[in-house]
Protein backbone atom coordinates (compact mmCIF):
# COMPACT_ATOMS: atom_id res chain seq x y z
CA UNK A 1 0.00 0.00 0.00
CA UNK A 2 3.21 2.22 0.80
CA UNK A 3 3.84 2.08 -2.82
CA UNK A 4 0.65 3.21 -4.13
CA UNK A 5 0.77 6.27 -1.71
CA UNK A 6 4.24 6.96 -2.96
CA UNK A 7 4.17 6.25 -7.00
CA UNK A 8 0.87 6.80 -7.70
CA UNK A 9 -0.25 10.69 -6.64
CA UNK A 10 -0.02 13.57 -8.32
CA UNK A 11 3.89 14.85 -6.90
CA UNK A 12 3.34 18.10 -4.41
CA UNK A 13 6.79 18.71 -3.19
CA UNK A 14 9.84 18.96 -4.86
CA UNK A 15 11.23 15.22 -3.05
CA UNK A 16 7.52 13.76 -4.21
CA UNK A 17 8.78 15.16 -8.17
CA UNK A 18 12.22 13.60 -7.89
CA UNK A 19 11.11 10.38 -6.53
CA UNK A 20 8.82 10.25 -9.48
CA UNK A 21 11.08 11.28 -12.44
CA UNK A 22 13.54 9.31 -10.48
CA UNK A 23 11.39 6.00 -10.96
CA UNK A 24 10.33 7.20 -14.47
CA UNK A 25 14.17 7.24 -15.19
CA UNK A 26 15.13 3.94 -13.91
CA UNK A 27 12.44 2.44 -15.93
CA UNK A 28 13.21 3.98 -18.98
CA UNK A 29 16.70 2.80 -18.29
CA UNK A 30 16.03 -0.65 -17.59
CA UNK A 31 13.49 -1.08 -20.64
CA UNK A 32 16.15 0.33 -22.79
CA UNK A 33 19.71 -0.12 -21.87
CA UNK A 34 20.67 -1.64 -19.04
CA UNK A 35 23.21 -4.04 -20.65
CA UNK A 36 25.50 -3.17 -23.79
CA UNK A 37 26.27 -6.02 -25.93
CA UNK A 38 28.31 -5.95 -28.58
CA UNK A 39 28.28 -1.89 -28.79
CA UNK A 40 24.44 -1.55 -28.43
CA UNK A 41 22.58 -0.77 -25.65
CA UNK A 42 19.82 -3.78 -24.69
CA UNK A 43 16.91 -3.56 -22.43
CA UNK A 44 14.49 -5.84 -20.83
CA UNK A 45 12.22 -4.84 -23.57
CA UNK A 46 14.11 -5.90 -26.78
CA UNK A 47 15.00 -9.22 -25.04
CA UNK A 48 11.57 -10.50 -24.33
CA UNK A 49 10.94 -8.62 -27.61
CA UNK A 50 11.93 -12.16 -29.18
CA UNK A 51 9.43 -13.96 -27.99
CA UNK A 52 6.71 -13.28 -30.72
CA UNK A 53 3.55 -11.37 -29.37
CA UNK A 54 3.41 -11.70 -26.12
CA UNK A 55 6.69 -10.16 -25.73
CA UNK A 56 6.04 -7.55 -27.31
CA UNK A 57 2.66 -7.08 -25.38
CA UNK A 58 4.71 -7.36 -22.23
CA UNK A 59 7.07 -4.13 -23.46
CA UNK A 60 3.98 -2.33 -24.94
CA UNK A 61 2.34 -2.54 -20.78
CA UNK A 62 5.72 -1.62 -19.62
CA UNK A 63 6.14 0.96 -21.66
CA UNK A 64 2.20 2.07 -21.01
CA UNK A 65 3.47 2.64 -17.37
CA UNK A 66 5.78 4.51 -17.66
CA UNK A 67 3.68 7.22 -19.61
CA UNK A 68 1.19 6.92 -16.93
CA UNK A 69 3.37 7.86 -14.53
CA UNK A 70 4.40 10.72 -16.56
CA UNK A 71 0.70 11.79 -16.54
CA UNK A 72 1.22 12.55 -12.99
CA UNK A 73 2.93 15.49 -13.48
CA UNK A 74 0.32 17.08 -15.30
CA UNK A 75 2.13 17.31 -19.24
CA UNK A 76 0.41 18.85 -21.87
CA UNK A 77 -1.88 17.13 -24.05
CA UNK A 78 0.43 17.09 -26.61
CA UNK A 79 3.22 15.63 -24.92
CA UNK A 80 1.41 12.90 -23.83
CA UNK A 81 0.30 12.16 -26.98
CA UNK A 82 3.89 12.44 -28.50
CA UNK A 83 4.82 9.94 -25.93
CA UNK A 84 1.60 7.25 -26.57
CA UNK A 85 2.71 7.79 -30.42
CA UNK A 86 6.68 6.73 -29.74
CA UNK A 87 5.16 3.35 -27.66
CA UNK A 88 2.90 2.63 -30.40
CA UNK A 89 5.34 2.51 -32.87
CA UNK A 90 7.69 0.69 -30.59
CA UNK A 91 5.13 -1.47 -30.72
CA UNK A 92 4.25 -1.73 -34.03
CA UNK A 93 7.40 -2.24 -35.19
CA UNK A 94 8.10 -5.11 -32.67
CA UNK A 95 5.62 -7.01 -34.08
CA UNK A 96 7.49 -7.96 -37.26
CA UNK A 97 9.00 -10.55 -37.21
CA UNK A 98 12.58 -11.08 -36.78
CA UNK A 99 13.24 -7.27 -38.72
CA UNK A 100 10.97 -5.70 -36.20
CA UNK A 101 13.07 -7.37 -33.46
CA UNK A 102 16.39 -5.80 -34.68
CA UNK A 103 14.55 -2.53 -34.80
CA UNK A 104 13.65 -2.79 -31.69
CA UNK A 105 16.67 -2.62 -30.39
CA UNK A 106 18.07 0.56 -31.86
CA UNK A 107 14.23 2.38 -31.42
CA UNK A 108 14.66 3.17 -28.15
CA UNK A 109 10.94 4.80 -27.74
CA UNK A 110 11.08 5.06 -23.58
CA UNK A 111 14.60 7.00 -23.40
CA UNK A 112 12.76 9.27 -25.85
CA UNK A 113 9.96 9.67 -23.94
CA UNK A 114 11.60 10.00 -21.45
CA UNK A 115 13.67 13.04 -22.54
CA UNK A 116 10.48 14.78 -23.56
CA UNK A 117 9.58 14.74 -20.20
CA UNK A 118 13.02 15.70 -18.44
CA UNK A 119 12.28 18.99 -21.32
CA UNK A 120 9.26 19.97 -20.01
CA UNK A 121 9.93 19.06 -16.27
CA UNK A 122 12.95 21.48 -16.74
CA UNK A 123 11.52 24.45 -18.57
CA UNK A 124 9.12 24.61 -16.46
CA UNK A 125 11.42 24.59 -13.58
CA UNK A 126 9.75 21.71 -11.81
CA UNK A 127 12.53 19.44 -10.74
CA UNK A 128 16.46 20.32 -11.66
CA UNK A 129 16.91 17.38 -14.30
CA UNK A 130 20.88 17.57 -14.77
CA UNK A 131 21.68 18.41 -10.94
CA UNK A 132 19.11 14.99 -10.33
CA UNK A 133 21.05 13.07 -13.18
CA UNK A 134 24.60 13.88 -11.39
CA UNK A 135 23.47 13.14 -8.13
CA UNK A 136 21.79 10.05 -9.08
CA UNK A 137 24.12 8.06 -11.50
CA UNK A 138 22.46 5.31 -13.07
CA UNK A 139 23.81 1.43 -13.04
CA UNK A 140 26.89 1.57 -15.49
CA UNK A 141 27.40 5.46 -14.96
CA UNK A 142 26.04 6.66 -18.95
CA UNK A 143 22.94 8.80 -18.82
CA UNK A 144 20.34 7.80 -21.27
CA UNK A 145 20.66 10.00 -24.70
CA UNK A 146 16.89 10.04 -26.68
CA UNK A 147 16.24 12.91 -28.34
CA UNK A 148 17.78 15.93 -26.18
CA UNK A 149 20.20 16.73 -29.18
CA UNK A 150 17.24 17.43 -31.24
CA UNK A 151 18.42 20.38 -34.10
CA UNK A 152 15.49 22.80 -32.91
CA UNK A 153 17.41 22.44 -29.37
CA UNK A 154 20.97 23.03 -30.02
CA UNK A 155 19.96 25.98 -32.22
CA UNK A 156 18.17 27.62 -29.46
CA UNK A 157 15.29 27.61 -31.43
CA UNK A 158 11.84 26.46 -30.27
CA UNK A 159 11.18 24.38 -26.93
CA UNK A 160 12.98 21.31 -28.21
CA UNK A 161 9.67 19.24 -28.45
CA UNK A 162 9.45 19.91 -32.01
CA UNK A 163 6.70 22.30 -31.44
CA UNK A 164 6.33 25.80 -30.32
CA UNK A 165 4.57 26.95 -27.51
Known amino acids: MNFVRQYHLEPRTEKEREALYGRIRKIAYWLDSFAVVGGFPLGVEAIIGFIPVVGDFLGLVASLYQVYLCFLFGLPIQLMLRMLLNVIIDFVVGLIPWVGDILDVFYKSNQYNLSILANWLQDNRLVDVQRYNRE ?19 AGVGNGYGFSR
Open 136 to 154: HPLANGTEPRGRTNMRSRA
